[in-house]
């Protein structure tokens, strides 16, 4: 999960945008950064918002000062987040599958003609 401050003038999307480029070098279009939730902090004092975003494919990155590895949701959950954070990943993972679902029952498949 990656996170930064935005500047005082920038977007929240524009700030995942950045996060993302600067840390996987991958320059994500807006249209394919998707806005899951966003919430008030009141730990941090602040406003979090929550993307996420499609990627034409999986790829290895490899970052100088962090390290960055994929997983799937259920190995997600074992990992040592606080409870907050696997929360946003639980709705997180939810707004997925309910898009891929209204994608799926949205996207036209044409009968099969039989021969005649």
């Known amino acids: 999960m990656f996170g930064d401050a935005n500047t005082k003038t920038e977007e929240a999307v524009l700030t995942f945008q950045r996060v993302i480029f600067n840390t996987l070098h991958v320059k994500l279009p807006i ?37 960055v590895s994929w997983f799937t949701f259920k190995q997600i959950t074992k990992l040592p987040f606080t409870k907050q954070t696997k929360q946003d990943i639980v709705v997180a993972h939810r707004v997925i599958d309910a898009q891929e679902r209204e994608i799926a029952h949205t996207q036209y498949h044409a009968p099969a003609v039989s021969p005649s």
């Open 31 to 67: 249209k394919s950064i998707f806005p899951v939730y966003d919430y008030f902090h009141t730990l941090h004092n602040k406003t979090h918002y929550i993307f996420y975003a499609e990627v034409p494919k999986m790829q290895k990155y490899t970052s100088k000062k962090d390290t």
